[in-house]
């Protein structure tokens, strides 16, 4: 599985954009990315996933350049409810051998 | 209402004792994982399950068993030779099929 690098933490204000870069440069080519997010006691929670160029959902957009060695989580407006840790994780659909790996994620702390 | 339960939500146990914590899922998924994560830190996997009656270890699993009998089910036992039980944990389910996991709300086990 692709070893991420993702910043530790990450302030920014209500109202705002936040981009959250992760770095997987040995992603390999049926590898797809994921991005979860947890808040204080509770389960991870799916956001995103893609596997290249950009998807978009009712929350989130999904930017991969075409080396696909990095990509960005885009939250628009954020809400102090965005407070969590976001995770992403870099793996092929789940097949019988395989299994996901979370690292520690990115803190987001959104300041009002 | 399709999801993951967990429980109990909060369990006390003595140093020394075995305690199960009880992971069941109505979304006909066929894996089945469950993850520690200790405060400030992300998930480390325990042990996983692609199908019934089979289950791999992950990267901690030392001091804790599990079985997977029923598909709906993936109990986890945290046994007397686990060094360090208290922690957070929290089971997951994904299809076969897919990459993304849906989580239950976990477990928080406090051992004195």
């Known amino acids: 599985l692709a070893k991420t690098t993702q910043p530790i933490s990450m302030d920014s204000y209500e109202g705002q954009e936040v981009n959250i870069t992760c770095s997987h440069n040995n992603i390999a080519t049926n590898d797809y990315i994921t991005w979860y997010q947890q808040f204080p006691s509770q389960g991870p929670r799916f956001i995103i996933q893609?596997?290249?160029t950009k998807v978009t959902n009712e929350v989130a957009s999904l930017f991969i350049p075409a080396d696909r060695k990095s990509s960005t989580l885009s939250l628009p407006r954020v809400s102090l409810s965005d407070t969590a840790v976001y995770y992403c994780l870099v793996g092929p659909p789940l097949n019988r051998d395989d299994k996901i790996i979370f690292g520690k994620g990115t803190r987001l702390h959104i300041l009002p | 209402d399709g999801g993951i339960t967990q429980s109990p939500k909060y369990l006390f146990r003595k140093e020394g004792q075995n305690v199960t914590l009880s992971c069941e899922q109505n979304l006909n998924h066929d894996a089945m994982y469950w993850y520690r994560q200790d405060p400030g830190q992300g998930l480390r996997l325990i042990y996983y399950s692609q199908i019934v009656n089979d289950f791999q270890k992950g990267d901690i699993a030392e001091g804790y068993s599990v079985s997977r009998e029923k598909k709906e089910s993936f109990p986890l036992t945290v046994t007397s030779a686990q060094k360090n039980p208290t922690a957070f944990y929290l089971c997951?389910?994904?299809?076969?099929?897919?990459?993304?996991?849906?989580f239950g709300p976990g477990t928080r086990l406090t051992v004195t």
């Open positions: 997951a389910s994904s299809s076969n099929r897919g990459y993304e996991q849906y």
């Open positions: 893609g596997y290249k």
